[in-house]
């Protein structure tokens, strides 16, 4: 059974652009969870998509969004970025029965660097 | 709020040593738990968690961790170290019924040989 699976593994960008991150889950996990990691801040929660709908959100600015689709797959998205959001972008995929335990498989994530 | 607190973001054991991570966690409600280690350049990678039950949670690679109320804490441990031990490992916890997880800021792990 294929993992969690995250393109691009690196993304350059400069500031002011916009940024798509992708996300295939596990086959058969509709729960799709996202992490921003950095070296000051750690690991922080960004948000939680089920059955293509936001379930649960982080303190994070508007900039940042996100969407899922039926197939489960999700997409994040960050617009006008900054030097501040150059980080590991994480995924996280969920059985529904595993929903509201925390238990979740990661993949390898996405390393955008914003100059 | 849930938060997790790692203690000391470096440790450093000798090949074969004990080694004994620490974590803490803050909810007055016993939350889930968990621990991850990542290797560099790669995801995270579920070492063991405890839901309910028993205390003393076996995870892989040796990994052990136990859960203790009345000190808040859940403590990672492996009797004796291996040169592919050294990695970053992170703390987690969720309350029930929320998939938001909470991490802690991460200690990593160097085994000297």
């Known amino acids: 059974k294929a993992g969690v699976t995250q393109t691009p593994r690196y993304l350059i960008k400069t500031r002011g652009q916009q940024v798509t991150l992708s996300c295939s889950p596990i086959s058969g996990h509709r729960s799709v969870s996202w992490y921003q990691q950095t070296p000051g801040q750690g690991l922080q929660f960004l948000f939680e998509?089920?059955?293509?709908?936001?379930?649960n959100k982080g303190n994070f600015p508007g900039r940042f969004s996100g969407r899922q689709f039926s197939n489960s797959r999700s997409e994040m998205n960050v617009s006008t970025l900054e030097l501040g959001d150059s980080a590991l972008y994480l995924c996280a995929s969920s059985l529904d029965a595993d929903r509201g335990t925390g238990i979740q498989y990661f993949g390898a994530g996405t390393r955008l660097s914003v100059l | 709020a849930q938060s997790v607190t790692q203690l000391g973001s470096h440790v450093s054991v000798s090949e074969g040593a004990l080694v004994l991570l620490r974590c803490n966690y803050s909810?007055?409600?016993?939350?889930?738990l968990f621990w991850y280690v990542q290797y560099p350049n790669q995801g995270l990678q579920l070492l063991l968690k405890?839901?309910?039950?028993?205390?003393l949670v076996k995870g892989i690679n040796g990994f052990e961790a136990e859960f203790k109320k009345s000190e808040t804490s859940f403590h990672l441990t492996k009797p004796s170290a291996h040169m592919s031990d050294a990695a970053e490992y992170f703390c987690a916890a969720v309350d029930g019924g929320y998939q938001k997880v909470t991490f802690g800021t991460g200690t990593k792990l160097q085994v000297i040989p």
């Open positions: 405890y839901t309910t039950g028993a205390t």
């Open positions: 998509y089920f059955s293509e709908t936001q379930r």
């Open positions: 909810s007055s409600v016993p939350p889930y």
